[in-house]
């Protein structure tokens, strides 16, 4: 069953706070009505959902978490493409009521100790569920091998990208940011292009003892699905884990 499809239990979140994290991105912070402290795994994903003021529109779509497990708030980063959710939550204001269901996407989540070594890949908005593992590690004090290669389009379009510094230099994750417009900014000094063949060779040399944690559109997990089959790892649920989004 796809996610959008999925009759989760909904529960009532207020929207109490507003972002602008990127030019095209919000980050949209939510509370419970009823003080509820959602219990999920770092890597899963909830349905968000509008009934537009009591109406019968009844529009959800899913999102992945990108606060830590056990916050008062669950936080989203979400790109506003313009489509039937994002047009409405493009104009959401604070003190709004959405629906938000029971988290999901068991395949996809962090578990400590299961993997001592990981590559984690994302572009775009897909570095949420990699925000919320990241904090997850830290608070419980985890420590194992995490690379983070995360490709943005140009310097404006990076998510959270202090707090990926700072995940950098507390030695949580080696982080890599490579910007795939980085000729248009005489400035940047890291990586630039996607992530390709030589970035897996030089940042995860070690690629075939790792478990790689893909979340992108379908076609960018499909294109590093390739990329990490050639280097010799196995194409299965335990060595590539990919966070199935959507055709953007
Ligand atoms: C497990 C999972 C986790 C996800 N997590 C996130 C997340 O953390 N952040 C996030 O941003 N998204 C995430 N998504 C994608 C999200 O669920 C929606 O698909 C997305 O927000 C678009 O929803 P929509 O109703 O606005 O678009 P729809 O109306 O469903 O339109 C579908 C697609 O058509 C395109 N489209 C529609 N209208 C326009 C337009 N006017 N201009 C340009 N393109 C248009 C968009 O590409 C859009 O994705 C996730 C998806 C999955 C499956």
């Known amino acids: 069953m796809l996610p959008t499809q999925q009759n989760a239990i909904k529960r009532p979140y207020r929207l109490i706070d507003i972002i602008q994290e990127t030019p095209t991105v919000k980050t949209l912070k939510f509370k419970s009505e009823f003080g509820e ?5 770092p890597g899963q994903f909830v349905q968000i959902g509008y009934s537009g003021d009591g109406s019968k529109i009844d529009i959800q779509r899913p999102y ?10 669950l936080e989203f980063y979400i790109e506003m493409v313009g489509g ?3 047009s409405i939550l493009d104009k959401a204001k604070i003190g709004e009521i959405y629906n938000i269901s029971q988290p999901n996407g068991k395949n996809f989540e962090y578990s400590q100790g299961y993997n001592k070594k990981s590559l984690f890949i994302a572009a775009a908005t897909g570095i949420a569920p ?3 593992m990241l904090k997850y590690i830290e608070r419980n004090n985890i420590h194992e091998d995490i690379i983070l290669l995360y490709s ?3 310097r404006a379009d990076i998510i959270r990208g202090q707090e990926l510094i700072e995940f950098n230099m507390r030695g949580i994750a080696k982080v890599i940011i490579t ?4 000729a248009e900014d005489a400035e940047w000094k890291g990586e630039s292009g996607r992530v390709d063949m030589d970035k897996i060779r030089r940042y995860a040399p070690d690629i075939t003892e790792r478990v790689a944690y893909l979340c992108g559109s379908n076609k960018f997990n499909s294109d590093m699905t390739n990329l990490l089959t050639s280097l ?12 199935v989004w959507g055709g953007h």
């Open 37 to 41: 402290i959602m219990d999920f795994k």
């Open 64 to 73: 992945s978490i990108g606060s830590a497990p056990g916050s008062e708030t």
């Open 84 to 86: 039937k959710l994002t």
């Open 130 to 132: 990699f925000l919320s």
């Open 152 to 154: 943005a389009r140009t």
């Open 179 to 182: 910007l795939t417009r980085a």
């Open 232 to 243: 010799g790892l196995p194409n299965d649920k335990e060595h590539i884990k990919r966070d």
